[in-house]
Structure formats: structure tokens, C-alpha cells
């Protein structure tokens, strides 16, 4: 089946400071990716859309100033943290969806444990 | 307003069969996902479901009823591994994904 690698699957890092997390399609062309955030014991929560080459749709109640979406390839969509608070420690997962597929079906990276000091 | 519907948690015996439940209510339907997620890893796919009907693979199994608006998991001969979370997710007219908040299976030996 398709795949999805996401990276860095754990990252730590201090109060103020930028992370940015990668999502790759290794096998597939991906027009859409997803990005989730997923507090623990909780379900996915759908932070925002991202289509290559346009701007992300973000879910509301998301800031799109503090979380970036840049999806600049088929392949790859990058998510940056910025100025991160220890509120922002989570999980965050991307998923992709195959550019030539109507179903929906979404193929899930790894996930990133990001842990603000 | 878009909803999904599904029991917060279950508890099953090992070697047992449990049932996970899912209604929803959409803007439209194209499909309803089941996806299992164990603890601290991603969500991995089990099943789609676009027809009425059961659909069957290996010890899980899905169904689907378009006229209900409901569909469920049936996990057979449980195994110690089946425990994890198991998200019910369905497909709106835009193919835009409505996530259930999952129900956490707890499998006993």
C-alpha cells in the first residue's frame, strides 16, 4: 500500500523556539494532505488542509500564524511550529490522500511527538 | 450539523467477540472508514464501506446501512493485541473526512 513518512517522529525543544515537521508521500502523488493534533487518550483533531501550491485551509480555532502549512511538491507538505509553547506539546499526524483517488482513503505518517520545555 | 457517534469504551475477553457501533449524520455520504490506532502510533486503515452490507476480512468485518446511518466493526476471536482505539470516520459530499472520537477496546484475558 501507499506510503507515508513523517518526520522527525520525536522532538523536544525549548519555550519560543520554531520546529518544523515533514510529511512525505513516498510512493504516490499526494494533492491533499492532512494535519492532525491529538492530545492524549483523544481522538484526531483536524488542524488543517493542505493542497499543493495554494494556501492551506485551516480548521477553525487553528492559527495559521503560529502553525504553517507549506505544501510545496506532490510529494511533501511541511508543518512549522512556531514559537512554540509547552501548551503546544502534542501529537501531531499528517495523512495524504492519492492524487488519483476519489474514495477518500487516507494513508496516515508515522506521527511526531513534539515536547515544548 | 455533522456528527459521528460511537461508544467512548468497550471492554471484551480474549478469544470473544465484540461489536463496535458507529451512527452518523452527514452533508451527504461517500463512504465510512474504520481505522484502528494503538496507543501512541498513527491511525492504520481496516476497512471502507460505500454499499449496504458487511464487508469481511479475515477477523474483522464492517457493515453498513446507508438508510440508518449507522455502521459497526465486528472483531471475532479476539487477541490480546486488538486492544487499542478503533475511530470511525465518515466521508461527507466533499470527501472531507467527519472523525468519531473513538471507542477504546480493552481486551481481558
Known amino acids: 500500500g501507499a506510503v507515508v513518512s513523517q518526520h522527525p517522529s520525536r522532538v523536544i525543544c525549548k519555550s519560543g523556539t520554531s520546529v518544523k515537521i515533514e510529511c512525505r508521500s513516498l510512493d504516490f502523488q499526494a494533492t491533499t494532505m492532512f494535519w492532525y493534533r491529538q492530545f492524549p487518550k483523544k481522538s484526531l483533531m483536524l488542524m488543517a488542509t493542505s493542497n499543493e501550491g495554494s494556501k492551506a485551509t485551516y480548521e477553525q480555532g487553528v492559527e495559521k500564524d503560529k502553525f504553517l502549512i507549506n505544501h510545496a511538491s506532490l510529494t511533501l507538505s511541511t508543518l512549522t511550529v512556531t514559537s512554540a509553547h509547552p501548551e503546544d506539546s502534542s501529537f501531531y499526524i499528517c495523512?495524504?490522500?492519492?492524487?488519483?483517488?476519489?474514495?477518500?482513503?487516507?494513508?496516515f505518517g508515522e506521527g511526531s511527538r513534539l515536547t515544548v520545555l | 450539523g455533522q456528527n459521528i457517534d460511537q461508544p467512548t469504551e468497550m471492554t471484551a475477553t480474549e478469544g470473544a467477540i465484540v461489536q463496535i457501533n458507529c451512527t452518523y449524520q452527514t452533508s451527504g455520504f461517500n463512504g465510512l472508514f474504520w481505522y484502528q490506532q494503538h496507543a501512541g502510533e498513527a491511525p492504520t486503515f481496516l476497512s471502507y464501506n460505500v454499499l449496504d452490507g458487511l464487508e469481511e476480512k479475515g477477523r474483522f468485518s464492517s457493515f453498513l446501512s446507508r438508510s440508518k446511518g449507522y455502521s459497526y466493526l465486528l472483531l471475532k476471536e479476539l487477541q490480546m493485541k486488538d486492544s487499542a482505539s478503533y475511530l470511525c470516520a465518515a466521508t461527507d459530499s466533499n470527501y472531507q473526512l467527519i472523525w468519531g472520537a473513538g471507542t477504546k477496546l480493552i481486551i481481558k484475558p
Open positions: 495523512s495524504a490522500r492519492e492524487a488519483s483517488q476519489d474514495t477518500g482513503e487516507l494513508f
